[in-house]
């Protein structure tokens, strides 16, 4: 069960829904973590005490680790009470509340961010500099649809700290890439988002900008750089069906943009190909035979006569074919 919530919570809780102009949801999700239990009991405190807010759970979203949603650019895997719960609070209902945090310079360079950035914030609960932080954040991600922030208690999720080699709160994280501990500026950080080599986007980002609707933006930038971004394989062999479909729309823009660059894909997915299941063999095995290199014909002919699934062996066909 989560914690016991201190009255002065509670009161902020309802003074903030007595406010709300209409009807808001609060997402969540769930993973089978042990304190799946506690954000649950968050969320039905908050529309307990809230009543225009509605408690809906998202079995879709891929996270993995328990998450409140705050519209599509934030996560929180932390339980935002006390010095947390006030940010948190003013996003929910207004995801715009802390636009007036960024600049109006910063506001215009955002525009021209063309891929996600993805920043995970490092927080404590009694963390005296977090709240300022965790503010600028959501003002970046209120400014822009490319800005994904996740907030993530570092004392409740120990392990995903620790993997994160967390020492200190707050620790801004981009891209899995740089960091930042302590005050973090937000001039600084737009300036690192838009320097950002494309080819060293991981594949969060890369999915993130698939399932947006800009399959043809992934395919773009590669292009444009003329490789195959090694995070864009890996959604290539990603085990959840929709994550390849996705990944495979934006390879087909691409072998028909530059028919030279598609066909480098033999390589990584031939080397991948013994580690898949059968269900993505049978995707692999489209994919080469749409990369338009014939360079994948021997491999493609050994899967068709080998001991593989009946299914596997009609797509080798199927590729094959394509490729003559």
């Given at each position: 069960?989560?914690?016991?919530?201190?009255?002065?919570?509670?009161?902020?809780?309802?003074?903030?829904?007595?406010?709300?102009?209409?009807?808001?949801?609060l997402?969540?999700?769930?993973?089978?973590?042990?304190v799946?239990?506690?954000?649950?009991?968050?969320?039905?405190?908050?529309?307990?005490?809230?009543?225009?807010?509605?408690?809906?759970?998202?079995?879709?979203?891929?996270?993995s680790?328990?998450t409140?949603?705050?519209?599509?650019?934030?996560?929180?895997?932390?339980?935002?009470?006390?010095?947390?719960?006030?940010?948190?609070?003013?996003?929910?209902?207004d995801?715009?509340?802390?636009?007036?945090?960024?600049?109006?310079?910063?506001?215009?360079?955002?525009?021209?961010l063309?891929?996600?950035?993805?920043?995970?914030?490092?927080?404590?609960?009694?963390?005296?500099?977090?709240?300022?932080?965790?503010?600028?954040?959501?003002?970046?991600?209120?400014?822009?649809?490319?800005?994904?922030?996740?907030?993530?208690?570092?004392?409740?999720?120990?392990?995903?700290?620790?993997?994160?080699?967390?020492?200190?709160?707050?620790?801004?994280?981009?891209?899995?890439?740089?960091?930042?501990?302590?005050?973090?500026?937000?001039?600084?950080?737009?300036?690192?988002?838009?320097?950002?080599?494309?080819?060293?986007?991981?594949?969060?980002?890369?999915?993130?900008?698939?399932?947006?609707?800009?399959?043809?933006?992934?395919?773009?930038?590669?292009?444009?750089?003329?490789?195959?971004?090694?995070?864009?394989?890996?959604?290539?062999?990603?085990?959840?069906?929709?994550?390849?479909?996705?990944?495979?729309?934006?390879?087909?823009?691409?072998?028909?943009?530059?028919?030279?660059?598609?066909g480098?894909?033999?390589?990584?997915?031939?080397?991948?190909?013994?580690?898949?299941?059968?269900?993505?063999?049978?995707?692999?095995?489209?994919?080469?035979?749409?990369?338009?290199?014939?360079?994948?014909?021997?491999?493609?002919?050994?899967?068709?006569?080998?001991?593989?699934?009946?299914?596997?062996?009609?797509?080798?066909d199927?590729?094959?074919?394509?490729?003559?």
């Amino acid at each position: 069960m989560m914690a016991a919530v201190t009255d002065n919570n509670k009161e902020r809780i309802r003074q903030w829904g007595r406010a709300l102009d209409g009807d808001i949801a609060l997402r969540y999700a769930t993973t089978g973590h042990a304190v799946d239990e506690r954000f649950r009991a968050f969320v039905d405190l908050v529309a307990d005490l809230a009543p225009r807010v509605r408690a809906k759970k998202d079995g879709d979203a891929m996270v993995s680790r328990p998450t409140l949603f705050i519209g599509s650019r934030v996560g929180y895997q932390a339980l935002p009470l006390d010095r947390e719960l006030e940010p948190f609070l003013a996003a929910l209902g207004d995801d715009s509340a802390f636009a007036d945090r960024i600049s109006p310079d910063d506001r215009q360079r955002l525009l021209q961010l063309r891929a996600p950035a993805l920043v995970k914030v490092y927080i404590t609960p009694h963390c005296p500099y977090c709240p300022t932080t965790v503010s600028i954040l959501l003002g970046l991600a209120a400014c822009s649809d490319q800005v994904r922030v996740t907030v993530i208690d570092g004392e409740l999720f120990v392990d995903t700290a620790q993997k994160d080699r967390i020492s200190a709160a707050p620790t801004v994280i981009l891209d899995d890439r740089f960091r930042w501990t302590g005050s973090v500026d937000a001039s600084e950080l737009v300036t690192l988002m838009l320097d950002r080599d494309p080819a060293d986007l991981g594949a969060d980002a890369l999915r993130g900008m698939i399932e947006a609707g800009n399959a043809e933006g992934v395919a773009g930038m590669m292009a444009e750089r003329g490789v195959i971004f090694p995070a864009f394989i890996d959604l290539l062999i990603h085990p959840r069906w929709s994550v390849r479909l996705g990944a495979m729309v934006s390879f087909e823009i691409l072998a028909e943009s530059d028919p030279g660059l598609a066909g480098g894909v033999v390589e990584p997915l031939v080397a991948f190909f013994a580690d898949v299941d059968d269900g993505v063999k049978g995707d692999l095995i489209h994919v080469l035979g749409e990369s338009g290199n014939k360079m994948a014909l021997p491999f493609l002919t050994t899967v068709a006569s080998g001991d593989y699934d009946d299914e596997v062996q009609i797509a080798a066909d199927e590729a094959i074919e394509k490729l003559k």
